[in-house]
């Protein structure tokens, strides 16, 4: 069985797009492979952020991932910095990477010009940190969005130079990409960003949810109710072919097209299925918050997994590389 690896920002609340994007997509990887899923506590201090809010937000993340189905019984569920040797791992392929590499990263030159007063090494690194979260477990498959290939290629970079000049260890990891259309905000603008405000949270009461999707983006040229809409360009279609059926979905783009269904029309039937979608998430994710301690259980558990693979490989890895011991 191959290991995929995939880790989240602990950015708290899932969001739908969180969700539809990533998670949901993890859920049904646990069927084929080895999974380990890591909540990136270290990644999340390369951008501003609030210490004392993060233990917080990385519990509510752990809470959530669960709740949507991420089972402790089959994969590994952990934090980041309960696994030190991720930094250890990190700090020896920083001396195979390529500088000029990580300067190339379009996600790095995209943070940077976000935060100009806080452009750290950290965040200049941060491949390289995601090599060693990948690699320490040998897994071979990373979910991933498009936006991470280029991480990915890095990734597979370092590793041959790794294997190069200590001998042939560790697998080229590949991206495993998703057939997930892009899920655009609540804005119909950029993709769903808690820091934006273009989300609906997994945990949203009903009431919350029909009004946000009710004033959200459509097609733009459908200015009238008797203009005839092209679902393919609105995002309430796309969301529509996650939460509808197909005889739902057909509903949709017939009476778009023909103007014989309003967008309003169109938004309830989504909002009512979005509803019934994520309750059973949100009696879980209420069941879980009720009892923090068994999500913090898990978390120690899946650490310990972690920690014992993470610790073998770190051994062998300091042999290889000549370190005292
Ligand atoms: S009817 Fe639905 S798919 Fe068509 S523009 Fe309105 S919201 Fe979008």
């Known amino acids: 069985m191959d290991t995929v690896f995939s880790g989240i920002q602990p950015s708290g609340e899932l969001h739908l797009g969180n969700y539809l994007g990533a998670v949901r997509n993890w859920v049904a990887l646990q069927d084929e492979y080895r999974c380990f899923f890591c ?51 990190c700090w020896i392929l920083n001396t195979v990477t390529p500088f ?3 300067g190339r990263m379009t996600q790095f030159k995209d943070k940077a010009e976000k935060q100009v007063d806080n452009i750290n090494a950290g965040l200049l690194n941060y491949p390289i940190l995601q090599t ?40 080229e990891p590949q991206a495993l990409l998703s057939s997930t259309p892009k899920i655009l905000g609540l804005d119909g603008q950029a993709k769903m960003s808690k820091s934006i405000g273009n989300t609906i949270a997994l945990g949203e009461d009903d009431d919350s949810i029909r009004k946000k999707l009710a004033t959200a983006a459509t097609d733009p040229a459908r200015v009238r109710r008797k ?26 783009r017939s009476g778009c097209t023909t103007a014989a269904i309003g967008c309003i029309d ?13 309750q059973p998430i949100r009696e879980r994710k209420q069941q879980l918050q009720a009892n923090p301690e068994r999500v913090k259980e898990i ?27």
């Open 227 to 252: 203009d005839p809409g092209n679902p393919d360009v609105c995002n309430i279609h796309t969301l529509h072919t996650f939460f509808s059926d197909a005889e739902r979905i057909q509903w949709v």
């Open 266 to 278: 169109c938004k309830g039937a989504l909002a009512d299925n979005v509803i019934a979608h994520l």
């Open 132 to 171: 060693a979260d990948i690699i320490i477990y040998q897994a071979r498959l990373v979910p991933v969005g498009v936006d991470q290939v280029q991480h990915i290629e890095l990734a597979r970079e370092i590793v041959r130079r790794f294997n190069a000049r200590w001998g042939e260890y560790f697998p």
């Open 39 to 89: 909540i990136v506590d270290y990644h999340a201090i390369t951008q501003d952020y609030d210490p004392a809010a993060l233990s917080k937000r990385t519990l509510e993340m752990a809470g959530d991932l669960i709740a949507c189905g991420i089972d402790p019984e089959r994969s590994v569920l952990f934090v980041q910095s309960s696994v030190p040797e991720h930094l250890e791992l």
């Open 100 to 102: 000029g590499d990580l």
């Open 299 to 325: 978390l120690h558990e899946g650490a310990r997994k972690a920690r014992a693979i993470a610790q073998r490989t770190i051994a062998e890895v300091r042999a290889r590389v000549g370190l005292w011991s």
